[in-house]
């Protein structure tokens, strides 16, 4: 009898502690959101956000027609009722890198000085911008380290980047999700760990 009493109480204290995995320490269920929920959530609150008007023109510049920002999930924490997201942004190119890059500089050219050029090409913009960046190095040091960090910076990212390929902009960003009828609502969070990458200065 005292055997199998054990051998009850062994086999509950196996059950409870298979349970613990998905139990807080309030006894109650957490169920984590699956990362397509998630990255749903980060997609909404990037197209709604009035003050994200100009990142999502710079999207679309740099990721062509078809491109897109998506979402890679790193970690989520449990917040006692909403949860923390931490990811990073990628950019998926809908054409070649090269091209996307061509459209930007050209948009960052006036046009009296682009039609001027010999060729309307991604060499003869990047030229002009780095020439830009020389003539405003005493009167405007600051736009010119701005412009040159561009240049530098771009280059790498997007020159060889074919189309479908997918460049990471941003590390290390956070926000926060919070259940809602229609799934889940995410509120960006300040991240001392975010790191810009592959975008203009």
Request: charged share 20%; with cysteine; proline share 6%.
């Amino acid at each position: 009898m005292k055997i199998r009493q054990i051998n009850l109480g062994i086999c509950i204290l196996g059950v409870a502690m298979a349970l613990g995995a998905c139990l807080d320490s309030g006894g109650q269920n957490i169920r984590f959101p699956a990362d397509p929920a998630i990255q749903a959530a980060l997609q909404a609150q990037f197209a709604n956000d009035p003050h994200s008007a100009a990142a999502r023109e710079l999207v679309r510049t740099l990721g062509g027609e078809g491109g897109e920002l998506r979402y890679r999930v790193r970690h989520v924490l449990y917040r006692q009722g909403p949860f923390e997201a931490r990811y990073d942004a990628v950019l998926h190119l809908g054409q070649p890198g090269a091209r996307n890059l061509q459209q930007l500089y050209a948009s960052m050219i006036p046009e009296a000085e682009r039609t001027r050029l010999p060729a309307q090409d991604l060499a003869h913009y990047e030229e002009w911008l780095r020439q830009q960046a020389a003539t405003l190095e005493k009167a405007n040091p600051d736009q010119s380290r701005a412009l040159r960090h561009t240049l530098e910076v771009l280059g790498p990212c997007y020159r060889d980047a074919p189309a479908g390929a997918e460049v990471v902009v941003m590390e290390g960003l956070s926000a926060l999700l919070s259940p809602e009828r229609k799934g889940l609502f995410a509120e960006k969070l300040p991240s001392d760990q975010a790191v810009l990458r592959c975008l203009p200065s």
